[in-house]
């Protein structure tokens, strides 16, 4: 059976060009490398190199063999060094699953200072649950729950679906309406807005309509972005309507730049809840994570 140390001594005799540059790259004994040459040699049948003064030259054959071999060889080689036993403190690596505009909000000012690693995944909830399941993902944020019996679910945050506005947009004529609880004409005046949506998902604004109209928006949005930091960036700059959760608006609230038109008369709320598996060997680091949403989304 052919060892594959004979492959690897092969690749640093075409590399350095000699056997004892060879052994010294390798720490084996000039021996042990003219032993592994002449042992592949005689394996596949043909010579590899001439023997020259002071000189190991490639043959045609030696030089198709390492075009063959080089790429491989050199992933196996950094797998070693990548998985090889450190003495040092392995930094640990946590995979958090949530949706990417409450990764902006919340977590991504705070990677670099992290004591540990971070692999962010943003998705559907159903396949983070399954991912959660399954030890892909260590915690989740996320407003469903799933039917796994290894997973546990701390609700932490309420969310409030609202239709914002931007402060271009002459709200007057729909104040009043508000007032007067007319529900058809607020209708009307909503789908002659300009309306904003986020890519392949709709999901805010149909819920929204479905609660308080009763029925199943019959417009299309003007403008569809992104995400949600997406639409507040364009709200704030212009005029138009989008239903968002309140706290991905917070800051252009508070600063004036976006304003809350109406929340409906059968107010949505979702409740977000951390999602963990009911043991890991990450929960400190999951605790640092958790502390941090807690500490944003007050």
Known sequence: MINLEWFRTFKAIYETGSLTAAAENLFISQPGVSLHLSSLESYVGYKLFDRAS?????????KVMYNYVQEALCKLEEAEKHFHKSTEKDIPTISIGMCFETFQFTLESYLPSLPFNVIIKFGDYPQMLADLDSGILDL?????????KNLLYKPFFKEKLVVVAGTETDTSEVDDLFQNNNLPEIQ????????????GD???LRRFWHVNFGARPDFKPN???P???????????????AVVPDFLSKNELESGRVKV??????QIENTLYFGTRKKSIYEEQIKIVQGIFEKEMV
């Open 140 to 148: 989740i944020i996320t407003p469903q729950k799933g039917d796994y």
């Open 223 to 225: 403008y569809i972005v």
């Open 54 to 62: 002071r000189k190991m030259v490639s043959t045609e054959r030696g």
């Open 227 to 241: 995400n949600i930091c997406s639409i507040l960036r364009c709200l704030s700059v212009g005029k138009g309507v």
């Open 261 to 266: 038109l109406w929340d409906g008369y059968n």
């Open 202 to 204: 709709m999901e805010h």
């Open 188 to 199: 009307n005046w909503l789908k002659k807005q300009i309306w904003y949506g986020t890519t």
